[in-house]
């Protein structure tokens, strides 16, 4: 449970003069940030988290380290898979015993890992230790057998709405939210929340993973028929079941919990005055609420003595004048932030489709061939001179802006109206199957370059570590360049030109 807070007045949305542009951006942003799943996340377990993924670039404090990311990226894109090979009939289950269907699907994860470059002992490792449990649980109750070319099942569906409503005492209050599903499964009306974390003997889901699926369903709830594909206008995703699912236990999740609705007034408190609040007690505030202590730090987070306590060395000496330069800077960068990147995901949704293209934001296609992770697209809105070779690109190839698949593309080749884009194929798990449904869709897909915002995040990611670099023995802060240059700029050393 996130550090209490009072619950806004009113989220702040961009107006529509700064929805069409009209608006000169600069300075502090005349609009609340359009958070993520993982931005609730971070403000739950801690602000500081919420801190530091906001103003430092850094990631989700949840998810460790990147070892463990990696592992659970492959866990997720190999189910992903697999399941879509079963469902179109490439790989098959139902003629073979229990053990030989095991080792059948051991031999497939093997060579699935090997092709993204793990090696062949910690490809064994993740079978041991994620895949097997899981695999032997889905086979042993039937899950992956009963898996049919009739079965609608959905992978990383990216979903958001700009209004997602909480109640509020009498009433309710709207936020923006965005996050990415790993399974809407129709056919079997569940939500579906896959993570590596967790123990054989757990009796509840990992910390917040609950929470987080619960995020993503209130959105899918909040939508209306019209934000949806058509072939869904008929599903009440109030319905669904929750599940979080570990590679040792499925677990449900509750639709009604008055802790989780607490918790959310309160993250958006964390995260709308850190990023637009001109409090000067807020950041104070931020750290007095601290999740942990360096002599009791907190056991889930991945932050803890790599950002929040870090070593404090000796050198340079003017490390207090640094660290007070570069403060203002990690909000100027949020800022620009906010400008390009979440003003941009507040217009894909505020904005009509018309205006989207005529502003240029998206451009329209049809989709007219799928192989080798290579798709083929026909411009349909005359839009194709605003589209250059080599750029990247997300295309939605089925589903709608606020619920569908978002691809990453480079446009490769244009001949006419037609683009070649190689996309993440091969690395999401996707189908033909999956690709043809845009064919049975009356909207065609969209294509939108999206602001390279990440690249601001890295730069304050850049400044935090220079910010916490140092030494500890004064004859390496005399010979390491950058130490020397540090305390030139910040501190009492002069700079001279040349060797002396």
């Known amino acids: 449970m996130t550090a209490e807070r009072e619950p806004l007045a009113r989220w702040r949305y961009p107006t529509r003069e700064t929805l069409v542009g009209n608006v000169f951006p600069s300075g502090k942003p005349p609009l609340g940030p359009f958070p993520t799943v993982s931005n609730l996340l971070n403000a739950n377990l801690c602000p500081v988290a919420a801190y530091h993924e906001l103003l430092h670039g850094i990631g989700n404090a949840l998810i460790g380290q990147y070892p463990s990311e990696r592992r659970g990226d492959l866990f997720q894109k190999f189910i992903t898979h697999l399941k879509l090979l079963l469902r179109n009939g490439t790989f098959q289950l139902s003629s073979y015993d229990a053990q030989a269907q095991l080792g059948m699907i051991q031999d497939l994860f093997l060579h699935f890992s090997q092709r993204r470059q793990f090696s062949v002992d910690e490809s064994s490792d993740i ?10 649980r889905e086979l042993e109750s039937g899950e992956l057998q009963s898996i049919s070319k009739d079965d609608q099942i959905f992978f990383e569906l990216s979903v958001s709405n700009v ?37 054989p003997s757990d009796t509840s889901p990992p910390l917040l993973k609950d929470y987080q699926i619960w995020l993503l369903w209130k959105i899918l709830c909040s939508l209306e028929t019209s934000q949806l594909s058509q072939q869904w206008s008929s599903v009440s995703f109030r319905d669904f079941d929750l599940v979080v699912k570990t590679p040792y236990a499925d677990f449900a999740v509750s639709h009604d919990n008055s802790d989780y609705i607490n918790d959310t007034h309160c993250a958006y408190s964390w995260i709308n005055d850190i990023s637009i609040s001109e409090s000067p007690g807020v950041f104070r505030e931020v750290f007095e609420n601290a999740a942990c202590t360096p002599i009791d730090p907190h056991p889930e987070c991945g932050h803890k003595f790599l950002i929040c306590f870090p070593h404090n060395y000796p050198y340079p000496q003017s490390r207090p004048e640094i660290k007070q330069t570069f403060k203002p800077w990690y909000r100027l960068l949020l800022w620009e932030q906010l400008w390009e990147g979440h003003l941009f995901q ?14 240029g934001l998206i451009s329209e296609s049809k989709i007219l061939s799928f ?10 809105d005359e839009k194709i001179r605003s ?36 996309i993440e194929g091969g690395e999401n798990g996707l189908s ?7 064919l049975q869709s009356d909207a065609a897909p969209p294509i939108m370059r999206e602001p390279p915002i990440y690249l601001k995040q890295q730069t304050q990611d850049a400044l935090l570590r220079l910010q916490n670099s140092g030494v500890v023995k004064p004859e390496s802060a005399r010979t390491k360049s950058q130490i020397q240059l540090l305390e030139g700029i910040f501190g009492m050393r002069r700079l001279r030109r040349g060797s002396r």
Do not use: H
């Not at 936020?175 to 993570?195: A, H, Q, S």
């Not at 192989?371 to 349909?380: F, G, Q, R, S, W």
């Open 387 to 422: 589209i250059r070779g080599y750029d990247n690109y997300t295309i939605v190839p089925f589903g709608t802006l606020f619920c569908g698949k978002k691809i990453n593309a480079t446009l490769v080749g244009t001949s006419g109206n037609r683009l070649t884009m190689q």
């Open 346 to 359: 507040y217009q894909l949704l505020m904005l009509s489709r018309d205006e989207l293209k005529d502003f």
């Open 432 to 438: 033909d199957e999956a690709l043809l449904l845009p």
């Open 163 to 199: 209004r997602v409503p909480f109640p509020l005492k009498s009433g309710e209050r709207n936020y923006p939210l965005r996050g990415r599903i790993d399974e809407v499964d129709l056919t079997r009306k569940r939500i579906i929340e896959r993570t590596i974390k967790g123990e």
């Open 127 to 136: 079978w041991r230790l994620y895949v097997s449990p899981w695999v032997s």
């Open 371 to 380: 192989a080798d992770n290579k798709i083929e697209l026909e411009v349909t």
